[in-house]
């Protein structure tokens, strides 16, 4: 499936099967542990689903939290399909709450790292989420905000009728 394939190159045979590589040649120098998480560094994986899949790759999705976003996506999604919206914490900003905000969040934490602000916010149907912000765009930890996802940077995983949510690293 996709999903085992490193690379976008398929159709020339550039790639590799990993399930197939861990299981032969690589079984001394690979970790079957490893999740999706560990492959692809820290991103948070918020539920939702397909609401209406659009020709030229593009699907409508809602969040649990009812606010719908439109999502590039690598293959078809059907309608009422489970997903993950991958975002990482550099692709997500924090604004002042606004009354007319569909994705409101709670600072639950924060950290500065230097260069960035690392936020764990809780939105309000309880996903928590890792943001890394400007150190100049300060909010207080227990400050109410409206989260904004840029969907230009985020990836769509089918979960079908399972999986999890939240901030994995």
Excluded at 32 to 54: C, Q, S, T, W, Y
Excluded at 104 to 112: C, E, S
Excluded at 137 to 161: C, K, L, P, R, S
């Amino acid at each position: 499936n996709d999903s085992d394939l490193i690379g976008t190159h398929a159709r020339l045979q550039l790639s590799l099967n990993l399930s197939d590589f861990m299981a032969g040649d690589g079984k001394d120098v690979t970790n079957p542990g490893l999740d999706l998480a560990d492959f692809m560094g820290i991103i948070n994986l918020i539920p939702g689903k397909v609401i209406e899949f659009r020709e030229g790759k593009f699907a409508v999705i809602a969040l649990q939290n009812g606010s719908t976003y439109e999502v590039a996506v690598e293959t078809a999604v059907a309608p009422d399909s489970m997903i993950e919206l991958a975002v990482r914490p550099e692709d997500i900003r924090l604004a002042p709450l606004k009354p007319e905000a569909t994705n409101k969040a709670r600072i639950a934490d924060r950290t500065f790292l230097g260069n960035v602000m690392e936020y764990v916010v809780s939105l309000d149907d309880g996903t928590p989420l890792r943001v890394q912000a400007n150190p100049r765009d300060e909010f207080a930890v227990g400050e109410a905000v409206e989260v904004i996802f840029d969907t230009m940077h985020a990836t769509v995983f089918d979960i079908g009728a399972g999986g999890g949510s939240g901030s994995r690293t």
